[in-house]
């Protein structure tokens, strides 16, 4: 009796399958590479922190021994304190860098996340155009055993040859050997996803895909993920040429006691160093010639987004286009294959036919999810590009 009510509570509970978003969120949760990812900031910015602090103060202790060859031993004790101090225009530049080097980091995170979401989506997107032409293939498999029963049954009849009976028992059996093949990269790509989102028991996913077919594509004003990098980068490069302006980037401080038999000597003064050798404008001209090529760099990435852009946009209206008309060819061979088995059926059609026609349904089947998985693989490149996965 207790068996009995487990099985009917395990038949009530509802089939659920976790669609992308909630596979998506718990994915960008847990994974441990964008873990990885949040930790190099953190230590960009520690790395910072030790650029900015001051350096330790120097001590010097000193004790000297006089012995004279006809009066006492004397004796001198001196003591120091020396500071290395940062001009404030160099401490600026040191500020402005470490700004810089904080935004780089962050684009840099945001590229890493921005391109960990594209590649899942392309993974799941391969996933469920496997897992729906599994299912195409299975329906298609179920269809084409009943025409080859049917031509069996005819040719043990003696209405039908042989050859024609060889011929549908082909073509069933190559759809066998096919699923095989596509329930392996089916199964292949579920466990990738599973290991990507680190799910350690497995999971029902839901084959759907991500974007519908549209040619409606979204405008957004943010950069990329490698505009945000160039940015960041030719902020650094400001901040280096900011930082040697000047020649004179630091300078000691010092002060010293000195206690002598007869007398004390305070001593106060200020160690400059001179740019007489170095002057640091080979630096100078290595940032003026980075800021150049970023800016170059910059403008041609300008143009390559926005041809890509107009490029993948044209071609998902296109793609979308071609759904449509396909889903119209679709029902016309669905129609005509009926009628030509209906025909088959009482004797009155030619396999030939039936078979070329069938054959020609599964084409444009296949056809209808290779486009919709190539709208969506477009769409994942498109909002790449325009930095949707950037948050």
Known sequence: MQKLILILTVCSLPLWSMNYKEFKDHTLKHSPILQSQKLETGETNVTNAIKLRAAN???????????????????????????????????????????????????????????????LENLYTEYVFQSRLLTLLEQEYTLSKRVTQMVKERYRNGSENKVAYLQARTQTLTLKTELYTVRQQRNSLYYQLLAAAGFETKVSLEKRFIYSVSATTGQS????????????????????????????????????????????????????????????????MLAKLQMQQTALEQKQLEISLKSRKAMLKSAIRELSAQYHALQSLQKEQETLVA???EGYRIAKGSLFELMTEKSRLIQTRKALLQTQKMINTQKIELHFLQGDYND
Do not use: C
Request: proline fraction near 5%; hydrophobic fraction near 30%; glycine fraction near 6%.
């Open 339 to 341: 009628l030509l088995e």
């Open 221 to 284: 004003s943010r950069l990329s993920p490698q505009q945000q990098i160039l940015k960041a980068k030719e902020k650094r490069y400001q901040s280096e040429l900011r930082m040697y302006e000047s020649g004179f980037r630091r300078f000691d401080l010092y002060s010293s006691l000195e206690r002598e038999p007869d007398q004390s000597v305070i001593r106060v003064g200020v160690n400059i160093p001179l740019s007489v050798n170095n002057d640091h404008s080979e630096e100078r």
């Open 57 to 119: 103060p120097v001590m010097t202790l000193e004790g000297s021994r006089y012995d004279q060859s006809n009066g006492p031993t004397d004796y001198e004790y001196a003591v120091g304190v020396s500071q290395t101090v940062r001009t404030p225009w160099y401490m600026d530049g040191i500020k402005a860098k470490t700004k810089a080097s904080t935004l780089l980091s962050q684009a840099l995170q945001t590229r890493g996340r921005a391109g960990y979401i594209k590649t």
